[in-house]
């Protein structure tokens, strides 16, 4: 079953980036001065033009610019707007966008894009690759203020598209490299889907086009399986991805989030219509669990966890040290296997989250 999502799909999973990794904790934040932009829901893209801006009368002669979109979690205060700095290959200034930034409170969360690219001419493209850079800013014409969120650097490559006759020797599909992306893994209770029997969900990052009848994920206690997606309970949702536009090439990463509905973190439901008997609850049984998913019936991910003794997920503490905002544990994840083909395994060290690379992680 194939998904029809858009190129910044982003569903639940930025959302309850927000909840506890622990036990159920209020994620109000009224108090908070201003947006906290959640690192791990910054996507770069190449969105890729028919023509270029300097040949203009020239067919089949394709340039790109950059498309991203990222997540804020409120307040986001009336007169504010999320302003895009784009640095070219060499490093020097490209242009600036100014992002579409609603209002909105401190309980609420909000997807900002840069600017719809509605032509195939635009003197913005390049036929550049290499690294890029930006810096995404937060400006208040009201109150005065323009202050650097977050700032970072992508790796732009190219393939050719088409035969070799001269009419197609300009035609190359651009795509933005997401390697880093495979051994970092996201862990977390759904808190705001269920407080009181919150599931637990695993997401990870895929090379390749995939969809759920590919996809398997099981989960471990001790060595033994306790569940599976395949079960009536369990699911695999797909939830973002970027890709080339040709949709050609192994050039397409998506980001799997997978849980367990007979699998929950723990019980404050007291009520006697409650029936639990079938519901495996961590807190009360510590020790090591391990996520193994299978691609195509193969062995592609494996990622391990402990429930310590007090019945918490023991923190390795990488998302506080990196203040990637939000409270879902960063999960190390082992690729197995050549499903996700040829990929650049130490692509994390220097190229996570955009040329920001986490502190204290080691992919397994």
Request: a positive charge.
């Amino acid at each position: 079953m194939k998904r029809q999502l858009s190129r910044f799909a982003m569903t639940a999973f930025v959302f309850v980036m927000i909840a506890s990794p622990g036990f159920p904790t209020s994620t109000a934040r009224t108090n908070q001065a201003g947006p906290t932009l959640l690192k791990a829901s910054v996507i770069v893209r190449a969105n890729r033009l028919l023509h270029y801006w300097k040949a203009p009368d020239t067919d089949n002669y394709w340039s790109w610019m950059p498309e991203m979109s990222f997540v804020v979690v409120g307040p986001i205060n009336t007169g504010s707007a999320f302003v895009v700095d784009f640095t070219n290959e060499t490093g020097a200034p490209w242009y600036t966008v100014e992002c579409e930034t609603p209002a909105i409170d401190a309980t609420r969360w909000q997807k900002i894009v840069t600017p719809a690219i509605v032509t195939h001419i635009d003197k913005r493209t390049t036929l550049a690759t290499g690294t890029f850079g930006f810096t995404i800013r937060l400006k208040n014409e009201l109150s005065s203020t323009n202050q650097t969120v977050f700032s970072g650097k992508f790796k732009v490559a190219k393939f050719h598209i088409g035969n070799d006759l001269p009419a197609f020797k300009n035609q190359f599909e651009y795509y933005v490299d997401q390697d880093w992306n495979l051994p970092i893994g996201y862990l977390y209770f759904n808190t705001p889907a269920d407080p009181n029997m919150p599931p637990l969900k695993v997401a990870m990052w895929f090379r390749g086009e995939l969809d759920n009848t590919k996809l398997a994920a099981y989960l471990f206690y001790n060595g033994k399986q306790i569940a599976g997606t395949k079960d009536q309970s369990g699911s695999a949702g797909y939830d973002a991805a970027v890709f080339a536009n040709a949709h050609e090439g192994n050039t397409r990463w998506e980001r799997w989030t997978f849980s367990w509905g007979s699998v929950r973190g723990w019980n404050t439901d007291t009520s006697s219509a409650n029936n639990t008997s079938d519901i495996f609850f961590m807190n009360q049984k510590p020790g090591e669990y391990e996520v193994k998913v299978l691609r195509d019936g193969d062995l592609a991910r494996s990622a391990k966890f402990t429930v310590g003794p007090d019945g918490r997920l023991v923190d390795n503490g990488i998302t506080q040290k990196n203040t990637l905002g939000g409270l879902a544990m960063i999960l190390p994840v082992k690729v197995i296997g050549a499903a996700d083909g040829q990929w650049d395994p130490n692509a994390w060290k220097t190229g996570a989250f955009y040329g920001n690379p986490l502190t204290g992680f080691v992919a397994p």
